[in-house]
Structures are given as structure tokens and as C-alpha cells.
């Protein structure tokens, strides 16, 4: 059976969306520290993936999702990274050695040379401490911590759809980092339990992320989750850490930012993008996208037109005073 994940948990971070094969290699390259890295569709052109990454001052959190098949190939990293499916049954050789299922958490060592097969609507995460974080992990005993490391990105995973701003995303990345450090000593037993979201809640999730066109309405929410609504703001709260309009707000901007990486768009419209997510002030709404994702939508774009050599300083549609927000 495939893994699947959630497009909740790394959907927020993405870099590019829909990208052509020169993109997503130049982003690639850029994100995961590997220069040499190359990758081969195994048919045909056009869109091949999406990338997202979340980072943090103790290292990188990627998610590469192919939408064509391919191989990925060429990484001498000079430190080990962490590989993880996510969807789908990605491959992996290492060393020059043939190919066998990536089916759960891998250390990646430079001497590893790994390559990864990814087949249409497959997901892989790498994380890439910094600091040689992963230096000292011997071969031998990485796999009596695979179970607790596993464990540990899992929690991670379940509570970052929940943040509240960048800043709070970017702690929790640097806990996860921190906490991968030094694994290997008792000291796990405070290793967090993952925990399955109350249904109530799951169906509040899925009620914002399913129907853009739906508005914000906490009486109609609470009535299709089956409580009241001081129980559902107070479960929510309780559970997640925010509040369900803290969240609706959240997947607006989302939505804007996955337009805005969109490598089809060849000319993104900031303020059309914002005003269908019903964002009217374009200032506040810089201002939020700002604190939600750490950059200003202009520099959003910015970065994916810098991957076509397009980098000419122009001024993005529909930016006219963003910059200064």
C-alpha cells in the first residue's frame, strides 16, 4: 500500500507549483544544498512537480512532489539528510546499487550517493539539519531510533497546519531540528505521542479547506461539526492551539500563495489573487501574508521568476505598494 499524506501539514511552504523540469531543478538544487543534483522525466515534458520548504536556523524541511515520473539523481550533500515518504512508492538506490522501496523513514549519508524513482504523485521529505546534526549516528543503531525519530516528524507534521504565524512555524521547525540533534540517549522518553484529531474538528478542517467559495460563518461551522459554538472556539483552541477564523484566515492566504507560485501563471495579480480570497486592503493584506509566511506575496514571486532568469526587478502586477507594507 502507498503513503499518503495530508496536503495540509507542508502546503503552506510551497516554493513552486506546476513547475516546468528547469525550475524545478534550479529550486532543487538551491533548497537541498546538492549543486550536482539532476533528475530525468521518464516520459515526455511539460509540468513535472511541486517543491516546499520550511526553514529554520538548525536546518531544512523539503517535500518534493512529482507529478510526472522521474528519477532524481546526482547529490553529494556534504552532510546526511533524512528521507521520508510521504504519498505514493517512491524508490531508492544507493551507492550504484539497484532499486528498492523507500517505505519508511532513511538516513542518507554523502558516501550514499542515493538516488530517488519518483512515479506520478509521489512525495518525499527530506530534512536537512544543520551543524552536522547527524554526524555521529552510526548505521548500526539508526535503526533502533527510526521508530522515535518517525514518531517525533509525525508530531511535527500534525501540529504545523496549526500554527500561528511564521514566527511560531519556524520554532517548531527548529524544535524538531534540535531534538533530531541528540536522539540517541534515554532522554526519549519525552518523545510526543501523535494523536488523531478529534473528529469534530476533522470535519472543521475539511469544511474551510474543501469549499473556497465558502465564508466564514462560526454558527453554521459548530452545526456541521455537531457542537455548540463557544465548545467548538474552546475545542479548537484547546486542541490545535488557534482559533477556527485564525485558521479560516490561514487557508485564504494559502490559497493566494499557491496562485502565486502557480510556473503556468506567467504573470502573477497579486491584488486579483487577494481580492478572490476576499482580502479588499492590500496593505493588510501584505501585512498578514507577511506574518503568516515571513515575506512580503512580491517576494514570493520574486523568488520563483529569479529560477526562469527573469529577475529584472520589474514590479509584479497589482504591487503597487505592497513593497513598503
Avoid at 539532476?38 to 517543491?51: D, E, F, K, P
Avoid at 514518531?151 to 531540528?177: H, K, N, S, W
Avoid at 512580503?296 to 509584479?316: A, D, F, N
Wanted: some cysteine; hydrophobic content about 35%.
Amino acid at each position: 500500500m502507498g503513503h499518503t499524506s495530508s496536503n495540509l501539514d507542508l502546503g503552506a511552504y510551497l516554493k513552486l507549483n506546476n513547475s516546468s523540469l528547469d525550475e524545478w531543478l534550479a529550486a532543487l538544487r538551491e533548497l537541498s544544498g546538492c549543486d550536482d543534483m539532476n533528475c530525468r522525466l521518464h516520459s515526455g515534458s511539460g509540468r513535472v512537480g511541486a517543491l516546499s520548504v520550511l526553514a529554520s536556523e538548525c536546518g531544512h524541511v523539503i517535500s518534493l512532489r512529482a507529478s510526472k515520473g522521474m528519477d532524481v539523481s546526482g547529490c553529494r550533500a556534504s552532510n546526511p539528510v533524512l528521507l521520508l515518504p510521504r504519498a505514493g512508492n517512491p524508490e531508492i538506490a544507493t551507492r550504484g546499487g539497484g532499486w528498492r522501496p523507500l517505505d519508511r523513514l532513511f538516513l542518507a549519508r554523502p558516501e550514499d550517493r542515493f538516488e530517488l524513482r519518483l512515479a506520478p504523485e509521489t512525495e518525499v521529505m527530506m530534512l536537512r539539519p544543520g551543524n552536522g546534526a547527524l554526524d555521529n549516528v552510526l548505521p548500526q543503531s539508526f535503526g533502533e531510533w527510526q521508530p522515535i525519530l518517525e514518531a517525533m516528524i509525525g508530531c511535527y507534521l500534525e501540529r504545523l497546519p496549526f500554527v500561528r504565524d511564521d514566527v511560531q512555524a519556524r520554532q517548531l521547525t527548529t524544535r524538531l531540528f534540535n531534538s533530531i540533534k541528540s536522539p540517541w540517549t534515554p532522554k526519549k522518553a519525552a518523545v510526543c505521542s501523535e494523536r488523531t484529531l478529534d473528529r469534530r474538528l476533522q470535519r472543521v478542517v475539511e469544511r474551510i479547506m474543501v469549499d473556497p467559495s465558502w465564508e466564514f460563518d462560526l454558527q453554521e461551522l459548530a452545526s456541521y461539526a455537531g457542537v455548540s459554538e463557544r465548545n467548538l472556539y474552546y475545542l479548537m483552541k484547546r486542541e490545535t492551539g488557534i482559533t477556527p477564523y485564525r485558521f479560516y484566515q490561514r487557508a485564504r492566504l494559502i490559497r493566494v500563495r499557491e496562485r502565486l507560485v502557480d510556473c503556468q501563471c506567467e504573470v502573477p495579480h497579486i491584488s486579483w489573487y487577494a481580492a478572490d480570497e476576499g482580502f479588499s486592503h492590500l496593505g493588510r493584506f501584505a501585512a498578514m501574508y507577511r506574518e503568516h509566511f515571513g515575506e512580503l506575496p512580491s517576494e514570493t514571486v520574486q523568488w520563483r521568476r529569479s529560477l526562469q532568469g527573469s529577475g529584472t526587478g520589474e514590479r509584479v502586477l497589482g504591487e503597487p505598494d505592497l513593497a513598503s507594507s
